[in-house]
Each structure stands twice: as structure tokens, then as C-alpha cells.
């Protein structure tokens, strides 16, 4: 079965702390995203990546930071300048056409 | 940048037809697409529109204008389970593979 998976599905930070949010696919597709979704709102763009070894800033990108090491993989690291990081973290991947988005079943951020 | 607006909420009631709007302002695009999401789930594909027109899928359509700067999502014979949120997306010209995507409508389908 080809699809994304995140891990974990809920995750419980520290204050100061750094926590790194995993996203894998093997649906061989070159472009990757991280999104930030609080309730209620929309999804906002944090990371993307077209390709192994590259990748660039979205509209939020302040206090993360992301790592493409391989196809497969798409790590995401909220540290600790990151002031508010409690919400619904989403990872997907497109394919070349740019049709259609898989997404992860997210992850649940929260500060505690 | 990329902006794409939705109405922020929409009810209707189950079995009619109801009509999600999405007005952009983005200097081009190769296409628009259309997500659902449930309380707590992942948004999931609903539709794609690359060219102007209609796109039908089942109950659900999707319209693009680029001369308007508009689309819509086109849902008949609605269903309880039709209540989650719809999101309008598109990937820049330019920009590479970078995915915008609407500030999100919330579907209430009432009995």
C-alpha cells in the first residue's frame, strides 16, 4: 500500500525543548510539504522540498527547520524559538502532474 | 504571493445542492484543486480543474474561470457525511511545486 506516514500521531513538548516530527512516503514522489494548522484555520505552509538535498522556506518557516536526506523522508524539527507550536501538523507529497496532494494523518503538537 | 479566499462558512440542509466559492489573486497557476477534510483527519483530493470549465466527479464538480479569477466546488444531493471543511489549492507558476491553499469553508449539512 503506497501512502504517508507521520509519526507520531500525538506528541507532547516541554517548553525550551526541540521535537522532531517524522514523514516518510513511498509513493516515489519528488515534492514533499509541511503544513501547520491551527483550529478552526487553514493550512500554512512551513517547509517544501522538490528534491533530495534541497528545499525551501514557506510562509511560516520561523523556528523550524527540515532536513531531505532521501526521497522517502522529510523530517520536520519545531525548536524551541518557536513560541506557539501547539497544533495539527500535516505532511504531504505531490507527484509531477501537481494534481493531487497525499497527505499524512498528521501529528498533534502540544506544549506543555 | 498567493491568496485565496473562501467563505468561511456554508449550511445547507441534506439531500440540496450548495456552491463553495474561491477567488484567488495570484499572477498564474497550472491549476486548481479541491480538498475535504473531517474534524481531526487529513484533507483528501476531491478535484482537479486545469483548464477553464467543469470538472464532474460524482456529486461533486469543480469550475475554474482564470479570466475571473474564480472557481467554485459543486456539491448535489448532499449527505451528513458531507460536513467537514473544503479547500481550494493551487501550485504557482514559478514557484516551483509550492502548494497554497484556501482559508478553508465549513460544510454543515442539516437534517
Known amino acids: 500500500d503506497g501512502g504517508i506516514t507521520q509519526s507520531p500521531k500525538y506528541l507532547f513538548r516541554k517548553e525550551g525543548q526541540n521535537v522532531t516530527l517524522s514523514c516518510e512516503q513511498n509513493l516515489n514522489h519528488d515534492a514533499m510539504y509541511w503544513y501547520r494548522q491551527d483550529p478552526g484555520q487553514g493550512l500554512r505552509l512551513i517547509y517544501y522540498?522538490?528534491?533530495?538535498?534541497?528545499?525551501q522556506k514557506g510562509d511560516i518557516a520561523e523556528g523550524y527547520s527540515v532536513s531531505r536526506e532521501k526521497k522517502e523522508s522529510f523530517p520536520l524539527t519545531v525548536t524551541s524559538a518557536q513560541k506557539n507550536p501547539t497544533a495539527f501538523y500535516l505532511c504531504a507529497s505531490i507527484d509531477r502532474s501537481g494534481t493531487e496532494a497525499f497527505f499524512g494523518q498528521g501529528t498533534r503538537l502540544t506544549v506543555v | 504571493g498567493q491568496s485565496l479566499e473562501q467563505p468561511s462558512e456554508v449550511t445547507a440542509v441534506e439531500g440540496a445542492i450548495v456552491q463553495i466559492n474561491c477567488t484567488y489573486q495570484t499572477s498564474g497557476f497550472y491549476g486548481l484543486s479541491w480538498y475535504q477534510q473531517h474534524d481531526g483527519g487529513a484533507p483528501t483530493f476531491l478535484s482537479y480543474?486545469?483548464?477553464?470549465g467543469l470538472e464532474e466527479t460524482g456529486r461533486f464538480s469543480s469550475f475554474l474561470s482564470r479570466s475571473d479569477s474564480y472557481g467554485y466546488l459543486l456539491l448535489q444531493e448532499l449527505q451528513m457525511k458531507d460536513s467537514a471543511s473544503y479547500f481550494c489549492?493551487?501550485?504557482?507558476?514559478?514557484?516551483?511545486?509550492?502548494?497554497?491553499f484556501g482559508t478553508g469553508t465549513q460544510l454543515k449539512v442539516e437534517l
Open positions: 480543474n486545469a483548464l477553464d
Open positions: 522540498s522538490q528534491i533530495v538535498n534541497d528545499f
Open positions: 489549492a493551487v501550485a504557482p507558476l514559478g514557484g516551483g511545486n509550492k502548494l497554497t
